[in-house]
């Protein structure tokens, strides 16, 4: 199977600093890939460079087999790369189904009209309502998104980049700052999701990034250290050196 | 038409009263986050205060008294300070106030504030020019050799110089300025260490002002003292700023001069577009390089 | 569950116009207001006047689509005024004396060739720096108007170039008057205050309409993402740039319409409609009147004309009022006088 995004040999300094270095990867479809490492590894600037926030200082990246490299944010976006951000980057004036709604228009098609009326693009705002629903955010629906819960907002983040009828969809620590209840629903949606669409999740919560993943990558110092399936990483001794003594990946030690 | 070695030393002049109020309008951007719009107008007032200290008119709403005057030299001093005790009173009614709301609104709480001091100089000392005159030994030309070019500028070449100087030891040297430098990069690291960030605030604010208003004093006897001559400084300022790159000291030194030569390049071949070619430099490096020529700014 | 908008039988023609029924009403008594005015007010000093607060507040509207609807500020979008405002008279005086509506064209079209690179010029950028590119470009225009005194007669304005010997001279030394011309039927003529007052009423309210039309239309949904967060408005596949400069040539062809509209009235037109304390000026009326709201602004452009004929005898010192009643607006009533009603029209269950 070919895979849907893939790297070669990415590369992304700043300065001096080299945050990616040499990446080699491939995603395929319907696949939850994790990415995991100690922080500064370059989890965040993989996703930067993939979805097109930062450029490349070398390598390529390939989307089904095309070079996309040197694409702007909003094509890729088009062709179906979508992300969340690890710091909420949502619509703070509008409410949640104008955050859902302006990504379902740009995906259906509409921003053109002119003088048309917003209610008349019926497609586009069935769309953003049943999502909404998805969600379980009708309650709040046409509330100002800068009035809700912290974890309303993180789901709307979500659904923003699922409006945009992702093939990808790439997940900057979606459950960051969640409390269990709210984790435990978003593992459930995507896990759903990874049956649909290929999906890359970079997280810090050892246990969720375990039981959910189809396989991992660990990323250390801007470099691939370990790939497999998750059983396999956690018995991987240069991963824990890499860990060594942090608590957070404690669990990860003790399953030796 | 000017000689070359004229145009060089204008260029210069320029690029150094240049240097001095952007180095200020930068300060209270890293610090206060801040871009002040009103830079110009306290330039201006600089010029004012030395004016009203130096001939000892004293005209304000009312008041209307002759006091004889002060030495040069110690206008030089009092006059910025009066600004930057004007500036001490702003940060602390309008600048602090407005630090939790987006940048756009305090934007255009200067851009008023520019025109409330513009229109109260205006009330105050009127339209007509004034003038700063020079102590007697600086009012003559030096001549080397053939070409002779006015005292005074060299003098504002030294002036500028010493300005530095005493920033950089102010910057390097004494708490406040160690203090000032830290809070622009990582503030909550200062202020973790037990730093009043706000005084570190305040400090900053205060010291662009003075900044501003050297500049304007010593630019005094250079030109006629007009309402309106802070609006020119501050549109080079952010000239200068934008090509600099924001938060670079070499690259506004850098652009400090090459504004100045282009400004007085321009003023002896085209005078009536001068500003124009200036207006140009900056769109260009705004859309192009908006990290500034050197590359190390940061321009959001 | 159906869209909010759709909610509850209206009658036709709220249905049609999508607006809430409060509003419509309010537009419609405003207008009909603004229609019966001249006959109330007879003075033409005031007919001006009046005019002229329709067309600062067409100009003030155009900016609100670009700063409260797009988020891009512009510190003098009154050169866009300006600039149709020469090309207009330029066009009058030199080429054809005749057409009004031509004028009109000539006017926004020029305005739109200068804004359309200037404008792809400064969509690269955003927030500040977008400001200052404003300021930079507007200070180009105002220095180009005011020295090129063979053209534009520099100081005095168009009235100066007349007065050089440019072909065509016209009665009183200005711009020429013009019939306003439907068709065949010929409708009045400029040089009569109640006539053009009726003119700009109704280029203002079509103008009206149809923006508004616009900022609810889908692509207004597009510009208020880019306002709300353009990082995430690229990450939903908004192109930003394209959008911004879509925002921005709305804005500038209504600021040029307004500017044919001056050029009409005035008969003149002198750099100092330019400068940047008048865009200082147009800036303060969107603030007064509420951002955001598209007919704040009118009521902006009013208080503030008015307020300034009232205090005329401090029209010396205007900065200073100027300087202050900005600061106070951005201190305390950022959103203006509209956010004001909107806040009072809020109901409990909608607030924080």
């Known amino acids: 199977m070919e895979p849907i995004i893939s790297t070669k040999d990415l590369m992304r300094t700043f300065g001096g600093v080299t945050a990616l270095n040499l990446v080699s990867l491939d995603i395929y479809d319907k696949q939850l890939r994790s990415i995991i490492g100690p922080n500064g ?13 930062l450029g490349a200082s070398g390598g390529e990246v390939f989307y089904r087999g095309q070079p996309i490299t040197n694409y702007s944010v909003h094509k890729r976006v088009r062709m179906g790369i979508c992300r969340t951000f690890q710091i909420n980057s949502i619509f703070m004036g509008l409410t949640v189904y104008e955050n859902i709604r302006i990504a379902t228009q740009l995906h259906l098609g509409g921003s053109g009209r002119v003088f048309a009326r917003r209610t008349s693009l019926k497609k586009v705002n069935q769309e953003a309502e049943s999502i909404v629903d998805r969600l379980n955010l009708n309650e709040v629906a046409y509330q100002s998104v800068e009035n809700l819960a912290y974890g309303d907002q993180r789901l709307v983040e979500v659904g923003i980049a699922l409006a945009c009828d992702p093939k990808v969809l790439l997940l900057d620590e979606p459950t960051a700052g969640m409390s269990p209840k709210e984790t435990r629903h978003i593992a459930r949606l995507i896990q759903e999701l990874a049956k649909e669409v290929a999906v890359v999740l970079v997280e810090h919560d050892v246990e969720l990034v375990m039981t959910i993943s189809d396989r991992l990558t660990v990323l250390h110092q801007g470099g691939i250290i370990a790939e497999g399936p998750p059983q396999e990483i956690s018995n991987n001794c240069d991963v824990k050196d890499a860990y060594l003594g942090s608590t957070k990946w404690a669990p990860l030690l003790e399953t030796d | 038409m000017a000689s070359v070695i004229q145009i060089i030393l204008n260029g210069l002049v320029l690029g150094g009263v240049f240097l001095i109020v952007a180095i200020g309008l930068n300060i209270i951007y890293g610090l206060n986050r801040v871009m002040n719009l009103a830079h110009g107008s306290l330039y201006a007032l600089g010029a004012y205060f030395g004016y009203t200290l130096v001939t000892g008119k004293v005209l304000l709403f009312g008041l209307d008294f002759e006091f004889g005057g002060l030495n040069f030299f110690l206008a030089l001093i009092l006059a910025p300070a009066l600004v930057g005790l004007v500036g001490w009173v702003l940060e602390r009614v309008l600048i602090e106030p407005m630090r939790d709301r987006p940048m756009i609104y305090t934007l255009i709480l200067t851009y008023g504030l520019m025109f409330l001091i513009d229109g109260l100089i205006k009330a105050n000392w009127g339209d007509t020019p004034h003038y700063i005159i020079p102590p007697e030994f600086l009012q003559k030309p030096v001549y080397i050799g053939d070409f002779s070019y006015p005292a005074y500028r060299f003098a504002l070449l030294v002036g500028v110089a010493v300005v530095m100087g005493l920033l950089m030891t102010l910057l390097n040297r004494t708490r406040m300025g160690i203090n000032m430098r830290a809070a622009a990069d990582i503030p909550e690291m200062v202020s ?53 790159g924001l938060g670079s000291l070499r690259g506004v030194i850098v652009a400090a001069l090459l504004v100045g030569f282009v400004q007085a390049l321009a003023e002896a071949v085209i005078t009536n577009f001068a500003m124009v070619i200036v207006y140009m430099l900056m769109a260009v490096i705004l859309v192009f390089k908006p990290y500034g020529i050197l590359g190390e700014g940061k321009f959001e | 569950m159906s869209n909010r908008t759709n909610q509850a039988p209206g009658s036709l023609l709220r ?6 029924p409060l509003s419509l009403g309010g537009f419609v008594l405003v207008v009909a207001g603004m229609v019966v005015l001249p006959l109330v007010v007879t003075n033409p000093f005031y007919q001006n006047l009046w005019t002229r607060i329709l067309i600062f507040g067409l100009l003030a509207m155009s900016l609100d689509v670009l700063l409260g609807f797009t988020g891009l500020l512009s510190f003098m979008h009154n050169s866009y005024l300006g600039l149709a405002a020469y090309a207009a008279g330029l066009f009058t005086i030199n080429v054809n004396p005749e057409s009004l509506w031509l004028a009109m064209l000539v006017g926004v079209v020029f305005t739109m060739i200068i804004a359309w690179p200037v404008g792809w010029l400064q969509v690269r950028t955003g927030g500040l720096a977008f400001a200052l590119l404003t300021m930079a470009f507007g200070m180009m225009y105002y220095t180009v108007a005011w020295k090129w005194h063979d053209v534009t007669g520099g100081d005095d304005g168009l009235v100066a170039a007349i007065e050089h010997g440019l072909p065509k001279v016209a009665e009183e030394g200005m711009v020429p008057y013009l019939d306003i011309n439907l068709g065949p039927w010929n409708l009045g003529n400029t040089s009569d205050p109640v006539h053009v007052y009726y003119l700009v009423l109704f280029i203002v309210v079509v103008a009206f309409i149809l923006t508004h039309r616009m900022v609810n239309s889908p692509l207004g949904a597009v510009l208020e993402a880019i306002r709300e967060n353009e990082e995430r408005a690229s990450f939903v596949g908004i192109n930003v740039r394209r959008f911004k400069l879509i925002g921005w040539l709305v804005a500038c062809g209504l600021a040029g319409l307004a500017g044919t509209l001056w050029m009409f009235l005035e008969r003149n037109i002198a750099p100092d409609t330019m400068h940047a304390f008048e865009g200082a000026e147009v800036l303060m009326m969107v603030l007064l009147g509420g951002m ?33 009643v900005v600061i106070f607006l951005v201190l305390f009533l950022p959103k203006g006088v509209a956010g004001l009603s909107s806040m009072l029209r809020r109901k409990p269950s909608e607030n924080k």
């Open chain 1, 41 to 53: 590894a370059g989890k965040t600037t993989l996703i930067n460079v993939i979805t097109g926030k």
């Open chain 3, 292 to 324: 955001g709201s598209l007919w704040g602004p009118f009521l902006g452009a009013g208080i503030f004309i008015l307020l300034k004929d009232c205090l005329s005898s401090a029209t010396e010192h205007w900065e200073i009022y100027v300087g202050l």
């Open chain 3, 15 to 20: 249905r049609w116009s999508g607006a809430h």
């Open chain 2, 192 to 244: 973790a260490l037990g730093v009043n960030l706000k005084a570190v605030r305040v400090g900053a604010f205060v010291l662009g002002c003075v900044m501003a208003g050297i500049a304007g004093f010593l630019v005094g006897p250079l030109y006629p003292i007009l309402p309106i001559m802070g609006h020119d400084m501050l549109i080079s300022s952010f000239v200068v700023i934008v090509i600099g």
